[in-house]
């Protein structure tokens, strides 16, 4: 069933379907006969970790979830407590798997709603998948390209084997190991399960359609980390020791200038009839402050040194996606948000009837419990340029956790 809550996205957006309708026969006998896609973990099942990535990738239009027939009706109900206590912001569907893997994302693509015009086909046992994974498949098929899947370097020695006897060993450095998302262009992907349907081809991945028909499929660097949980073994990765981790504060201020420009969205919310604001991005205010005071959390300088006002590829760009780079610049520091106090300063628009979606979509795009992002508002009683109504400006105060350092850095 649709979640209501949220408009429709634009076609230009790929849909993504989640698949979590596997048995996971090799691990059912350790976690009592339940299918790993709903094993929680950090407080979520799987299948929902990968929905949060492609939420807060901000390149993603919606989601369909792929579920066992026999499970329907409480993963719906799983679905319907998860989204309300942790709101994806996007529209999602579900649809009832099949026997096979194939089967699963022939179903699930025919729910997508007719305006989308590609797709992101994601294992839901990847639970550790990136937002900027994401990014990269989605920039890849905005590209042009009809198939594209992730992959990473083969480091064993793969051997072709028949009745317990080598028969051949294949060249290593011709060798990938693929992993999910892989994105495809919707029409080409539909005529190739038609055709794998018609002719009896079964196959282990979707991009193996898209060769069977003769489509080149592009491929990117994967990551080492998304890591598919299939045997028993794997499931240390989801106990993975958690290191020592010490408190940080980052704090971020911005100010545009009213004009003619561009329509004002704050916190990745548009506001409508308000003042339009100057600015080489989308001029975001709140959402630039936030990205200087996260960069602040682990000394990595400010929004200008990352992306630049004179750089012609931010010009109109999302800040919503400057943001999910920040984020992907503090994690690899070992960073991660915990807090954020917001505070936006005008004398016009008023704040108020869009307090509520801001903080909630903030808080979506953190990855934030709603009650973790925190928005004030005030003037300046007619005082200086906000005063004036000549312009707005936002302060941030994040707090995060960072991994402890051993070996500080000391000045001499």
Known sequence: MPEESQPQCPASKPWALILAAGQGSRLSAVLDGAAKQFLHWRGAPLFWHSARAMSRSATVAGVVFVFPERDMGAAQDMLANLQHRDDLGLPWLVATGGALRQDSVRLGLSVLPAQARSVLIHDAARPFLRPELVRRVCAALAGGAVGVIPAIPVTDTIKMVADGR?????????????????????????????????????????????????????????????????????????????????????????????????????????????????????????????????????????????????????????????????????????VTPRHVDLTLVAQTPRITPWRGEIRKNVARLLGLPLDAVNLKATTEEHLGFTGRAEGIKAYAVVTASRTLRQNSETHE
């Open 166 to 334: 080598v028969t051949d060993t294949l060249p290593r450095a011709d060798l990938v190991a693929v992993q999910t998302p892989q994105g495809f262009a919707l029409d080409e992907l539909r005529a190739a399960h038609a055709y794998a349907l018609r002719v009896g081809l079964t196959v282990t991945d979707d991009a193996a359609l898209l060769e069977a028909l003769g489509h080149e499929v592009c491929v990117i660097p994967g990551e080492a980390n998304n890591v598919k949980i299939t045997r028993p073994e794997d499931l240390v990765f989801l106990h993975a020791a958690v290191p020592e981790r010490e408190t940080c504060t980052g704090m971020g201020y911005d100010v545009h200038r009213f004009g003619q420009g561009r329509p004002m969205k704050l916190g990745g919310v548009l506001i409508p009839h308000a003042p339009q604001v100057l600015a080489h991005s989308d001029g975001d205010v709140l959402l630039h402050a936030l990205i200087d005071a996260i960069l602040g959390c682990a000394c990595l300088d400010d929004i200008g040194a990352h992306f630049p006002d004179n750089d012609p590829r931010f010009e109109g760009i999302s800040s919503a996606v400057l943001l999910h780079e920040a984020l992907d610049l503090t994690r690899e520091a070992g």
